[in-house]
């Protein structure tokens, strides 16, 4: 379904869709979520491309709910996941946001635990 523009202003909410298979190079929303945040910067046939708009909305949210010098706090949390999900994990890090993995969810938080557990940290 798409969004209707209407005197300057996108309708606030969909409350219908039919989720389906994608055709190649598309996607579907998932059904189990109640909100979706779209984002279009052009780029067609293509996914990931919200990760860095998505960050630094998140860190200007964060900013915007500051009280007393101290931002909102945020955390990342990987459940399960794919490629995707490593790329926003990086990139919370890099933004200095703590990041959660719950191991046993499956692919990509499986492989994130899997990674710590080899590895040996300086403290």
Do not use: W
């Amino acid at each position: 379904e798409m969004l209707l523009r209407k005197n300057n202003r996108f309708n606030e909410s969909i409350n219908d869709y039919t989720s389906s298979i994608p055709e190649p190079g598309s996607a579907s929303l998932e059904p189990n979520h109640s909100h979706f945040f779209l984002v279009d910067d052009g780029t067609t046939q293509a996914s990931g491309v919200e990760i860095k708009f998505r960050g630094e909305l998140e860190f200007l949210i964060t900013k915007m709910y500051e009280k007393d010098g101290v931002p909102l706090p945020m955390i990342c949390i990987m459940l399960e996941g794919g490629s995707q999900s490593i790329e926003m994990a990086l990139n919370s890090l890099r933004m200095g946001q703590p990041l959660v993995v719950i191991k046993g969810s499956g692919r990509a938080a499986d492989i994130v635990c899997a990674a710590c557990e080899m590895t040996t940290f300086k403290e």
